[in-house]
């Protein structure tokens, strides 16, 4: 089974411009989640989306958004670039089961670069 | 807010040896503290994990320490390979069902093993 595919791999942006990053989860999974990942701070949440619903947000200004397609794919979207939205942004999928606690499987993520 | 506390920020043992990463959580709603070993790279991926009704969870050579009383817990690597240096994240999360994707991680562990 392959898995959580993120496209691109690289990016490099100027600031004010916009990006938008594709997610696929693994086939079967529903729920999708994003993270940015920094050297400063880490791995912080962004939000997470199952059926097309945003069930879960972070702290994470309005200038990022994200959505979910009926195949389950994902996209997040990050308006009006800044330098400190350079990050290593990854996708985890989950295949949700009643009662249980769902192993997350990160993709390799998408590099952004912010000029 | 720092959430889930990691130390140590880096860590070089001999190949053989046991490495230690130990966590601390402020939230008592927490209730799923999974860890995860990310190569350069790549994505997280899921090491081992454990609920707080057990004190201790082995796979192989790793192991989850819990101390619910302390808010503490720890990964136990035995026999340390090369192979294993990595870094290693620990994370928390709270609520079951959809509550769970919304994963807190400490700061990572960079742990070197020698030859």
């Known amino acids: 089974k392959a898995g959580v595919t993120q496209t691109p791999r690289y990016l490099i942006k100027t600031r004010g411009q916009q990006v938008t990053l594709s997610c696929s989860p693994i086939s079967g999974h529903r729920s999708v989640s994003w993270y940015q990942q920094t050297p400063g701070q880490g791995l912080q949440f962004l939000f997470e989306y199952f059926s097309e619903t945003q069930r879960n947000k972070g702290n994470f200004p309005g200038r990022f958004s994200g959505r979910q397609f009926s195949n389950s794919r994902s996209e997040m979207n990050v308006s009006t670039l800044e330098l400190g939205d350079s990050a290593l942004y990854l996708c985890?999928?989950?295949?949700?089961?009643?009662?249980?606690?769902?192993?997350?499987?990160f993709g390799p993520g998408t590099r952004l670069t912010v000029l | 807010q720092q959430q889930v506390k990691q130390s140590p920020q880096s860590l070089i043992v001999q190949k053989g040896g046991i490495s230690i990463i130990n966590c601390a959580y402020e939230?008592?709603?927490?209730?799923?503290f999974p860890w995860y070993q990310q190569f350069p790279g790549k994505g997280p991926a899921l090491l081992i994990a454990?609920?707080?009704?057990?004190s201790e969870k082995k796979e192989g050579r790793f192991t989850i320490s819990f101390n619910k009383s302390a808010k503490q817990f720890s990964l136990h690597i035995m026999d340390s390979q090369p192979g294993d240096s990595a870094t290693y994240f620990c994370?928390?999360?709270?609520?079951?069902?959809?509550?769970?994707?919304?994963?807190?991680f400490g700061k990572g562990t960079l742990l070197t093993v020698n030859p």
């Open positions: 939230n008592t709603a927490f209730d799923y």
């Open positions: 454990i609920r707080p009704d057990v």
């Open positions: 994370a928390a999360s709270k609520g079951g069902g959809g509550s769970n994707y919304k994963l807190t």
């Open positions: 985890a999928s989950s295949f949700p089961l009643a009662g249980e606690v769902d192993t997350q499987y």
